[in-house]
């Protein structure tokens, strides 16, 4: 178990809150996790305000139910603060608690009789041309054309839930949250290749199953 901080100021800050807060913010991850190790609580509040809602999306991308996002993200910060004081501060924070929050929401998929049916609030088109996301409500669209997205966007939910579990997983990492394939890599534990081959196959998948589906 690593050693719980001491609680009390860092020195390298004033007294002021918001200057505090303004100093931590110009700090790299490993900086901040550093002066959290030296006994400065805030610097953790400080990696919460950085990952929270990005681990949020992601995990309620993966699994569907926002409210047990909620719980399973809360989970990673506190397994995050229990073992911070083993973490390498040679690697990435980021892949470090997003392999803690993969592991969660995979452990809640395998625990579950079947998926919800809906996964994702928006998804990206042209995965193999230039990543950009596709803006469900644009308000330049007339109604109509809002309509479809909104159909289409429930449809691409329908679809992914289709996706096995460890495509599934690949396919979030990369076309939604943007990671590379070297951070995916190391968040699902699998190898470059095994990661190219399963997003290879999971994009595939979903351009079998969503063809149906919007004809």
Request: glycine share 6%.
């Amino acid at each position: 178990m690593a050693t719980r901080p001491k609680k009390g100021k860092d020195p390298r800050f004033g007294d002021d809150a918001l200057e505090h807060r303004r100093r931590l913010g110009e700090l790299s991850d490993s900086e901040v996790i550093g002066a959290f190790i030296d006994g400065d609580q805030r610097a953790f509040v400080e990696l919460v305000g950085r990952y929270d809602n990005r681990l949020l999306n992601f995990v309620y991308r993966t699994i569907g139910d926002r409210e047990r996002a909620q719980d399973l993200v809360q989970e990673t910060f506190v397994r995050v603060y229990r073992h911070i004081g083993r973490f390498d501060q040679s690697k990435k924070f980021s892949t470090w608690v997003y392999t803690i929050a993969s592991n969660l929401a995979k452990n809640e998929l395998r625990n579950r009789s079947r998926s919800p049916l809906v996964l994702f609030q928006t998804i990206k088109k042209n995965w193999d041309a230039d990543h950009r996301q596709l803006e469900w409500e644009d308000t330049q669209y007339k109604p109509d054309d809002l309509f479809r997205k909104r159909h289409l966007k429930e449809k691409v939910g329908e679809a992914v839930t289709q996706l096995p579990e460890h495509h599934r997983i690949v396919f979030v990492l990369r076309e939604l949250e943007g990671k590379t394939y070297e951070e995916i890599a190391d968040i699902t534990g699998c190898n470059l290749g095994t990661v190219k081959s399963r997003l290879n196959r999971a994009r595939n998948n979903f351009a079998r199953i969503i063809a149906p589906m919007i004809d």
